[in-house]
């Protein structure tokens, strides 16, 4: 049977799921990314703080886990299909040293184990030692994201904001963002602990500063069913 949330992450590039995940695994992944942040050489800090850590599927074991378990893999599945897997993971936390704003965008890179020259990929970059580049549109369109958020995210912690069926047009340049802006009505993805969002690469979103910056731990983790062309292999 579909599920009902399907049909309106088709439609709009997102929903949020609430408690899809058990408050004992948040705690789990909460204490297995405490005890990376002493060795990872992903880590991004301000101040005393680490506020992002990149790398996740290849440091932290329990995020491998949670990238194939039994909360997250079955809603994974039900949009890319029974071939599904995890290409990268991220952490993102906003505190009051790192209380951080990101203007509106869409994901538009992807990580890869080494660089290839392959028609329609590029630029390349590399972040915390890894080959980003940016793919065809087409490769993103096959792609969905889940932010599972380990604290609760309300409106007044800088909540991720998003343009609703802003994921169909591609990739979008400065103009087409700001018109997209000027006719959609933005909506801000608030959730509670183990709570998360479902969302579409392609989807335009930001995020603004938190009126009352607290953690904000949020575990990016990026899925395709797809394999790569040219040779090139996704690294996770």
């Not at 790398?55 to 599904?84: M, T």
Request: net charge positive; glycine share 8%.
């Amino acid at each position: 049977m579909t599920p009902g949330w399907l049909n309106d992450f088709q439609r709009d590039g997102f929903v949020c799921l609430p408690d899809l995940v058990s408050s004992a695994m948040v705690l789990e992944l909460i204490s297995a990314l405490e005890e990376a942040n002493g060795g990872n050489s992903g880590l991004r800090h301000r101040g005393r703080e680490t506020y992002a850590i990149r790398n996740l599927l290849e440091s932290v074991a329990a995020v491998r886990s949670l990238a194939e378990s039994a909360a997250l893999k079955p809603v994974v599945k039900e949009v890319l299909g029974a071939e599904a897997f995890a290409v990268r993971g991220l952490l993102f936390d906003k505190t009051p040293e790192a209380n951080w704003k990101v203007a509106w965008h869409q994901d538009l890179t992807i990580a890869v184990k080494r660089k290839l020259e392959v028609t329609g990929f590029g630029p390349w970059s590399i972040k915390a030692g890894i080959q980003h580049v940016q793919p065809p549109v087409a490769v993103l369109e096959k792609m969905v994201t889940v932010r599972l958020h380990l604290d609760d995210c309300t409106e007044k912690n800088g909540p991720l904001q998003v343009l609703p069926g802003s994921h169909t047009q591609g990739r979008l340049n400065a103009e087409n963002i700001q018109a997209w802006r000027a006719r959609a009505s933005a909506i801000s993805c608030v959730a509670g602990r183990g709570g998360a969002l479902l969302m579409r690469p392609l989807l335009l979103h930001a995020s603004s500063a938190a009126v009352r910056p607290g953690h904000r731990r949020v575990i990016h983790l990026e899925f395709a069913a797809d394999t790569l062309p040219g040779g090139l292999e996704w690294l996770g």
